[in-house]
């Protein structure tokens, strides 16, 4: 079942800046950085494996973690819906 995540208070997101642009489809957009529709409550690192070295994803050594790269998973509340939101409870 598929739901538009403009009927969503809250969305979770992995986005990975470094990956092209034409990588993301028009089903699975960039919505971690649509400031203004969402808004980023929290983000946590993540690593990207298909981006990361073996060696550096599977033992860690000081100096050799720059190696990997991470992606943003994050927390978005949707802007608009929490207006609407607070203006009801007002």
Do not use: I
Request: proline share 6%; aromatic share 12%.
């Amino acid at each position: 079942m598929q739901v538009d995540a403009d009927t969503c208070d809250y969305l979770l997101d992995l986005d990975y800046p470094h990956r092209p642009t034409d990588s993301y489809s028009t089903l699975e957009p960039r919505y971690a950085v649509q400031s203004d529709k969402w808004h980023r409550v929290h983000c946590q690192r993540f690593l990207d494996s298909s981006e990361s070295p073996l060696l550096t994803r599977a033992l860690w050594f000081p100096g050799l973690e720059e190696r990997n790269k991470y992606g943003d998973y994050c927390m978005l509340l949707n802007k608009e819906r929490a207006a609407v939101r607070e203006v009801k409870q007002s």
